[in-house]
């Protein structure tokens, strides 16, 4: 099994930026991909990034040229580099890894856009 711990969230006025981070621990070597999802109040949760094993990366259209999902494998981390920030990000921010046998979530962190 893989746990996954957030961190970086907060309040960022619109047109900030934040750098959230997932540090993966356990069966890392099992791990195919990792992706971030976001769930805001009343709202499904919805993916905004993905990393899969050999570095293809995707993003849904809300955040296209804005956020920027990276992976540290020494350091079993995942990013989500967030620029240019606006109200409708806000969100609880959920790192996510799948392998072959499992999917895991982390508990979450919050992103709170306002001025």
């Known amino acids: 099994q893989v746990q996954l711990v957030e961190s970086g969230g907060g309040l960022v006025q619109p047109g900030g930026s934040l750098r959230l981070s997932c540090v993966a621990s356990?069966?890392?070597?099992?791990?195919?991909?990792m992706a971030w999802y976001r769930q805001a109040p009343g709202k499904q949760r919805e993916l905004v990034a993905t990393?899969?094993?050999?570095?293809?990366?995707n993003y849904a259209d809300s955040v296209k040229g804005r956020f920027t999902i990276s992976r540290d494998s020494a350091k079993n981390t995942l990013y989500l580099q967030m620029n240019s920030l606006k109200p409708e990000d806000t969100a609880v921010y959920y790192c996510?890894?799948?392998?072959?046998?499992?999917?895991?979530w982390g508990q979450g962190t919050q992103v709170t856009v306002s001025s």
């Open positions: 356990g069966s890392t070597f099992s791990i195919n991909s």
């Open positions: 990393h899969a094993r050999g570095f293809s990366t």
């Open positions: 996510n890894a799948v392998g072959s046998r499992f999917a895991s």
